[in-house]
């Protein structure tokens, strides 16, 4: 059984189309994440829900729109999708203050 | 924001040999956590470590909140301990974990 699945695990897409990822968990966390890894290995918060309330949301342009439909789904919708946003982007999950358990990544690769 | 420093960036062992990660960081934490990125991209949670000692197997892990560090040992290491190795405190206050920039870990057979 997967912990925290995401779909799709590679996306390739032209720019100025407009995108989702999909991230569910069967943790029973209330606490959802969107991290962001650059070519470089860096990885960066940039939205957190608990029980589906935005608590986290770092400097990320507004084309980047989180959705959690319940507290154990966080989507991930871009638009206008631009070749700077290539990177892996991973969900994550935990209970809020606790180890965060990771989903596998989705490989974006905008051209 | 809180820095966080991660030392050595690289390491290269034979297969056997222990080694220590270290990880700096500049403010108070409410957790820590250690990651590996194994070769294939998965990210496994390997400590939740805000303080004080704990031993998974092979490998164990120190933090030292109030001198603001934490250490991550690896002993007899093994091909499959090579990949990028994260800290990533929570600053206190906040609820993000903030990542290092990662140690790259090869272990060569």
């Known amino acids: 059984d997967t912990a925290v699945s995401q779909t799709p695990k590679y996306l390739v897409t032209q720019m100025g189309n407009d995108k989702s990822i999909k991230c569910e968990q069967n943790l029973g966390h209330d606490t959802m994440y969107w991290y962001k890894q650059d070519s470089k290995k860096f990885l960066k918060i940039m939205f957190s829900y608990n029980n589906k309330e935005l608590i986290i949301n770092e400097t990320v342009p507004n084309r980047f729109s989180p959705k959690s439909p319940d507290k154990a789904h966080l989507n991930l919708h871009i638009n206008s999708l631009e070749l700077g946003d290539s990177a892996v982007y991973f969900c994550?999950?935990?209970?809020?203050?606790?180890?965060?358990?990771f989903g596998p990544g989705t490989r974006l690769t905008v051209t | 924001g809180i820095q966080v420093e991660q030392s050595p960036p690289d390491l290269i062992l034979q297969e056997g040999a222990n080694s220590t990660l270290r990880c700096n960081f500049s403010d108070s934490v409410n957790n820590l956590q250690w990651f590996h990125q194994n070769p294939w991209g998965q990210l496994i949670n390997l400590f939740y470590?805000?303080?004080g000692t704990k031993q998974n197997g092979r490998l164990s892990a120190t933090t030292v909140a109030t001198e603001r560090y934490s250490l991550l040992y690896i002993s007899s290491s093994q091909t499959t301990d090579s990949g990028v190795y994260f800290c990533?405190?929570?600053?206190?206050?906040?609820?993000?974990?903030?990542f290092g920039k990662g140690m790259k870990l090869t272990v060569n057979p």
């Open positions: 990533a405190p929570v600053q206190g206050g906040s609820e993000k974990l903030v």
């Open positions: 470590i805000p303080s």
């Open positions: 994550a999950s935990s209970q809020r203050g606790g180890a965060s358990d």
